[in-house]
């Protein structure tokens, strides 16, 4: 049921108190029983406020932005994108206002720039970014590029409000919008009334005219007329009330305020203004300044952090109490709610009060060992590497124990040392720990560091400078076990540092090589004194020998290092990722003899497929670069022999752990897949794809199109590279072929103008500008490779044009020849003296005139396609009689050959059929002959008296056929039909 005390009247009513409302309902209640309330119209009607376009628009604006910092606050990305978007939107919709207000209001642009900060603080923080679900972080992705394009247009300005920011007041529409959302989190004392108090005399009368009888509003607010009912509803429904008494309760429901509390008010909430604006402005100031410059603090005043206390006061701290404390504290390693961090801070202290009490280099030792354990169970997740500072705190310890151990004879250390017989208080000291499993732990999560980089990133380079750390880390460790550790420690040092060696290109060798070059034949002056250029290349002599003495080359090195492993070394592991290594470091520097002869030894190939994962990968990329030096050596079958088990499968990027390629219809499982991506090799260790599968298909291209144009009518004809073929094929599908762009179509024209004899075409499609900066300039000597190439395809050309055309020809002059393909004489004869030889060609030598005379013993077209048609028809043949066997069985088989299918007869048959019967010569005899069914006293075939044949026979009756069959073949050929 209605009543006017529950129309909604003006906001200064909406002020008084729950108890006045109360007694208004109930008066109400029993006043006015069921009856319905009809407004006029003048009273329906609302009050209209004018407002400008440009009040309407930056209003729409405002509260978009209101919605967008909201979204920011609970980290919502996917709803931050959206209504970013709707942002856009409402600035193209507000583009005629801004234009006339003479630009983008400066709201606008502080939205855009706390949106950037929000953007740029969640990418970096990676942690954060890992925890984001995949609609969030795909979100966060798009968000980041959308923004970057977009605030490209307001760069000006945002460059301007960063340098100055807002701090006082700004618009009038953003303070406004501001102080709206600070009047929801106030307080109900502190809400910011839309009107400005009335005085208590004022109130009372707006108040009175309310509530008395017959009070009429007219001056007053509007919403008065909008909320209370007529003159003559107000008559009737308060009729039994007496005047008085509405005076006495307006008076009682009057809100008394003076203006000291108005004033306070304002005071208050000004000050609170102030105070956030205050606290923006030092955010702002924060996030402009360098990382680390500043450092949040607690209100009140700092407290210095106190350091943890080990001991109680007054014990004697001893060997004994050390080591139990140091017990208590590895206790509650790998337990639940242990804090990680703390417990390295405890192990620091521990060491601090160890040394200054003189408990001997023993104890540090040992406290060394499980502060640098304790670093590395810090980050219990395996899958992810170790924080920066964590890692720098790890290199830091590691490196002053070994230094602690290299200076000091006395102290034993090994794995195998057991807690019961270790040594701490005295000399020689014995401490349980492995140096070396240590450094092997460090160098795995260098490696695990690396993989989390961004490649591209200058936190990768940045990262990539701690590996001469490492090395250096290394060499020391490893003069420290050649004095002091055994042969299989030395083996394990050494491959450590084999694997930071073995994929550098040394390029010392190559500049002394140069420098050699450059002085070999000194210009002399006039009068014999030596000119500036022979003083310039003797010091650079002086400078390379120099180098030589500081610093050996990296081939002795390997080769020293890897000779010791095959000697010493038990396991069959280190040994052949040693060799592996070994390999890999002669093909990279072009020492393509010793690799290969040190690949065919040790026999590798034979049992790679039972190592582990790790090791088939460096065998994959051992067997990728032997491919790259064979082909710089201009070894083109075995370049392409080498990369054909990589490149044929289209998988060349995960056989090399340089990717995970997306599979259709396969999902992966997480599990592996995580174990996948920590076996990824570094950036710095992949070989470059395009340039191995440029390799291989041009290596393909000069085995396959001479081999192409030598059987093009070879029905039989076999496949050297199916993937080159495939590009072969998907160019022959184009309806219109255009200039080459990728690699890919420039090999494959190559090999089109190579089918012709076009030699330059080829050469030109192979060796340009953009295959030169794509490929062939990252090969070290790109100038000699080049030169191989055009080499090559030269001489494939010359074999292709003679295969091609060799049928039109009578005779070819060799000086023709010669000029065609501009090479020399003893080459081109040469080249066709192999032919001749392989019977590759039909032709012989006129040496008086120096011309080749083509031999016409090769069958023509027509000849061709019968052989090819006399071929299937062999082939359809025998299809046919399997089908009809496997239909009809063996025994059936058997027994119409029996009933004289094709004749049966005594004495030898007079046709020259396959199947004969009597004492013939036949597959089949009866009696006494050598068939294969024997009747009597054979060992073998169809026996008497016993059911069905034994194995053995059947399998003598099988190999029997198929002989007999083909003996038939060759000597009597298709005379069945």
């Not at 011309?851 to 299809?879: C, I």
């Not at 060992?939 to 069905?948: D, M």
Request: charged share 35%; net charge negative; glycine share 6%.
């Amino acid at each position: 049921m209605s009543s006017r005390f529950f129309a909604t009247g003006s906001d200064s009513e909406s002020e008084s108190s729950s108890e006045s409302e109360e007694q208004t309902v109930v008066q109400a209640k029993s006043t006015a029983t069921a009856k319905v309330f009809v407004f006029s119209d003048d009273e329906e009607e609302t009050k209209r406020v004018v407002r400008s376009a440009k009040d309407k628009r930056f209003e729409e604006l405002q509260n978009v932005i209101k919605q967008l910092r909201n979204h920011k606050k609970i980290k919502d990305i996917s709803k931050v994108l959206e209504t970013f978007e709707d942002l856009t939107k409402a600035l193209q919709k507000s583009q005629k206002v801004i234009e006339k207000e003479g630009g983008v209001p400066r709201f606008y642009i502080r939205a855009l720039v706390e949106l950037e900060d929000f953007v740029n603080e969640t990418w970096e923080d990676r942690e954060g970014r890992k925890k984001l679900n995949k609609v969030n972080s795909k979100a966060l992705t798009t968000m980041r590029q959308k923004l970057r394009k977009y605030n490209r247009d307001f760069e000006a300005k945002i460059t301007s409000y960063r340098e100055n920011p807002d701090v006082g007041d700004e618009q009038e529409g953003f303070e406004d919008d501001r102080d709206k959302s600070d009047s929801e989190s106030d307080d109900d004392d502190d809400i910011v009334q839309k009107k400005k108090p009335a005085t208590p005399t004022e109130a009372q009368a707006d108040m009175k005219s309310q509530f008395l009888k017959g009070g009429d509003s007219e001056g007053g607010d509007s919403d008065s007329d909008l909320d209370w009912p007529s003159d003559s509803d107000s008559d009737s429904s308060s009729s039994s009330e007496p005047e008085g008494g509405y005076a006495n309760m307006a008076a009682k429901f009057l809100k008394k305020t003076t203006a000291a509390e108005e004033a306070a008010k304002a005071a208050k909430k000004q000050e609170k203004k102030e105070r956030k604006a205050k606290e923006q402005r030092r955010e702002e100031e924060e996030n402009e300044g360098e990382e680390g410059e500043w450092t949040e603090v607690q209100r009140g005043a700092p407290m210095a952090m106190e350091k943890p206390k080990m001991f109680a006061k007054g014990t004697e701290i001893n060997h004994a109490v050390v080591l139990k404390k140091l017990n208590e504290i590895l206790a509650a390693r790998g337990k639940k709610g242990t804090d990680r961090s703390e417990q390295i801070m405890l192990l620091a202290e521990l060491r601090r009060i160890a040394e200054e009490n003189n408990l001997g280099l023993g104890m540090t030792v040992k406290i060394l060992f499980n502060i640098v354990a304790s670093i590395f169970d810090y980050n219990p997740n395996i899958a992810t590497c170790m924080k920066d500072e964590m890692w720098a705190k790890c290199i830091m310890y590691i490196t002053e124990l070994l230094e602690m151990l290299i200076d000091n004879t006395n102290i034993f250390v090994g794995g195998n040392v057991l807690e019961e017989s270790e040594t701490i208080e005295t000399e020689p000291y014995r401490v349980r720990g492995c140096i070396l499993s240590a450094m092997e732990r460090l160098d795995e999560e260098f490696i695990k560091m690396l993989q989390a980089c961004d490649a591209h990133s200058t936190e990768y380079v940045e990262r990539l400078k701690d590996e001469k750390k490492i090395e250096e880390l290394v060499i020391r460790l490893q003069k420290y076990l050649e004095e002091r550790g055994t042969s299989q420690e030395i083996c394990r040092v050494y491959l450590r540092r084999i694997e930071h060696m073995y994929y550098k290109y040394d390029y010392e060798q190559f500049k002394s090589v140069d420098f050699i070059k450059k002085t070999k034949e000194p210009e002399e002056g006039k009068d014999g004194e030596v000119t500036p250029q022979e003083k310039a290349g003797e010091e650079d002599k002086e400078l390379v020998n120099g180098e030589k003495e500081e610093k050996e080359k990296t081939a002795v090195t390997m080769d020293k290092l890897c000779k010791y492993i095959y000697a010493k070394d038990t396991t069959d592991r280190i040994r052949t990722r040693a060799i592996l290594c070994h390999i890999y470091h002669h093909a990279l520097h072009g020492r393509w003899y010793e690799a290969r002869d040190l690949m065919l030894m040790s026999h590798l190939q034979d049992t790679i497929q039972h190592s582990d994962v790790p090791t088939q990968i460096l065998y994959n990329r051992t067997m990728v670069q032997l491919g790259l030096c064979a082909f710089r050596y201009g070894n083109i079958k075995d370049a392409h022999n080498a990369l054909l088990d990589i490149q044929s499968g289209g998988r060349a990027k995960e056989l090399l752990a340089q990717g995970l390629l997306m599979q259709r219809n396969v999902e992966r499982d997480p599990e592996r897949e995580k174990i996948e991506k920590r076996r990824q090799m570094p950036f710095h260790m992949h070989i470059n794809l395009e340039l191995l599968e440029c390799v291989y298909l041009v290596s393909a291209m000069l085995l396959e199109i001479p081999y192409m144009a030598a059987h093009e009518f070879d029905a039989r004809r076999r496949m050297i590279s199916k993937s080159f073929h495939h590009q072969l094929r998907v160019s022959e599908r184009q309806p219109l072929v255009g200039p080459p762009e990728s690699m890919r179509e420039h090999v494959v024209a190559a090999s089109k103008a190579m089918k012709i004899g076009d030699w330059r075409a080829c050469r030109d499609y192979i060796i340009n500008e953009k295959m030169n900066g794509k490929v062939w300039d990252l090969f070290p000597e790109a100038e000699k490779v080049r030169e191989l190439i055009s080499r090559k395809i030269q001489e494939e050309s010359l074999r292709t044009y003679l295969f091609t055309y060799s049928a039109i020809y009578d005779s070819l002059c060799l000086v023709t020849l010669s000029e065609m393909f501009e090479l020399d004489g003893p080459v081109v004869h040469s080249i066709i003296s192999k032919m001749i030889i392989n019977e590759e060609l039909a032709a012989s030598w006129d040496e008086p005139t120096q011309t080749v005379v083509m031999h016409r013993s090769e069958p023509t077209r027509l000849q061709n396609l019968a052989l090819q048609l006399s071929d299937k028809l062999a082939n359809l043949v025998d299809n046919n009689e399997r089908i009809l066997e496997v239909k009809q069985g063996t025994s059936a088989f058997y027994t119409r050959e029996r009933e004289g299918r094709f004749g049966r007869g005594q004495g030898k048959g007079q046709g020259e059929g396959r199947f004969r019967q009597g004492q013939g010569e036949g597959r089949f005899r009866q009696g006494q002959g050598e068939g294969r069914f024997r009747q009597g006293q054979g060992e073998r075939g169809f026996r008497q008296g016993q059911s069905g044949y034994q194995q053995q026979g059947r399998q003598y009756q099988g190999q029997r056929r198929d002989r007999d069959r083909d003996r038939d073949r060759e000597n009597k050929g298709y005379n069945r039909w």
